[in-house]
């Protein structure tokens, strides 16, 4: 029991220090803030010089003034250093991947490669509907 003890102690340490609250996700959320809790939400995950993403560049940049105060529309460079992890932490392995959450902050669909306009607006506009 005695050898026990330091272990016990050293993993409630750990755990308080890694599973605290302060500055870790909610539960629901994959990084900080994403997806955007009670609204639709789609990230693009993929990198500023990747030659899909940066055709994609401009649609997400209409949706995103096109849909603002209704779904968050939000990219993320995976290649940026300041983003390292994130590609990881919503699973992805191929650039651009376009992930939709209905407003609970569940996955609701997923597509890998250029995503046209039309099709994105189709997806948000479907999720929107959802109650």
């Known amino acids: 029991m005695k050898t026990l003890l330091p272990a016990f102690l050293m993993l409630m340490l750990l755990v308080a220090i890694c599973g605290g609250a302060a500055g870790m996700a909610a539960a629901d959320e994959i990084v900080p803030g994403l997806p955007v809790q009670g609204t639709v939400t789609m990230v693009d995950l993929g990198a500023k010089t990747c030659v899909p993403c940066k055709m ?16 968050a529309v939000v990219f993320i460079d995976v290649w940026d250093q300041a983003n390292a992890g994130k590609a990881k932490a919503f699973k992805v392995t191929t650039i651009p991947t376009q992930i939709f ?23 948000l506009e479907a999720l929107l509907a959802q109650p």
Do not use: C, N
């Not at 997923?110 to 099709?119: E, I, Y």
């Open 56 to 71: 994609m560049a401009p649609i997400l940049e209409e949706l995103k003034a096109e849909y603002q105060g209704r779904a």
């Open 101 to 123: 959450f209905d407003r609970h902050g569940k996955e609701a669909f997923r597509h890998v490669g250029f995503f046209d306009k039309a099709s994105i607006a189709a997806k």
